[in-house]
Nanobody, 124 residues
Framework: QVQLVESGGGSVQAGGSLRLSCAASGSTSTMWMAWFRQAPGKQREGVATIYTGTTSTVYADSVKGRFTISQDNAKNTVYLRMNNLTPEDTAMYYC??????????????????WGQGTQVTVSS
């Protein structure tokens, strides 16, 4: 099992930026690490994922060109840089880790380790 702790959420105005961090306990050297988000009344959706062994990435269409997922293996940390935020990006953001991201990169069932989440609120 991998323990995941997110940080970096907050409140920003539309057009602003935030960087989320996900610190993992234990080795994540060959694992899919992803960011998901869930807005009130909506299903949890995959935002971006990275395979830590090769840095291959997959993004949801809604965030391509605005969000960047990256990793720091020395710190066992994955980041999500979010630029040009809109109110539609408002949600609880969750970090996830798992071995099946190659099959289900942005689906919740591809991951079996989850953090507690960090709130992102974007005002217009």
């Amino acid at each position: 099992q991998v323990q995941l702790v997110e940080s970096g959420g907050g409140s920003v105005q539309a057009g602003g930026s935030l960087r989320l961090s996900c610190a993992a306990s234990g080795s994540t050297s060959t694992m899919w690490m992803a960011w998901f988000r869930q807005a009130p009344g909506k299903q949890r959706e995959g935002v971006a994922t990275i395979y830590t062994g090769t840095t291959s990435t997959v993004y949801a269409d809604s965030v391509k060109g605005r969000f960047t997922i990256s990793q720091d293996n020395a710190k066992n940390t994955v980041y999500l840089r979010m630029n040009n935020l809109t109110p539609e990006d408002t949600a609880m953001y969750y970090c996830a880790a798992g071995q099946n991201g190659n099959l289900y990169p942005l689906k919740t069932y591809g991951y079996n380790n989850w953090g507690q989440g960090t709130q992102v609120t974007v005002s217009s």
